[in-house]
């Protein structure tokens, strides 16, 4: 993405992040962590759901792992 940077900054805030519907100079534009544009409140909240969904599934999976690695240990043990 870096290697973009210089190449494609003047169009990184053409379209919405989750609809691609186009952003116009004359719309509002939501923006979220920084450099994802959307087109309304509503995409906007809707990427923030998909972002702490992954999130969560992704503790969950770092847990249930650290977990089975703890169970193994104490079969070894016994
Ligand atoms: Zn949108």
Redesign the pocket.
Known sequence: MLSYAGVDNSHFLEA??????PLGHNTDIFMYRGNNP???Q??RQEQIEIDEAREKRWKIAKKSRTKTKVQTGTLVVA
């Open positions: 919405c992040t989750l609809c691609s519907k959307f087109c309304s509503e995409c």
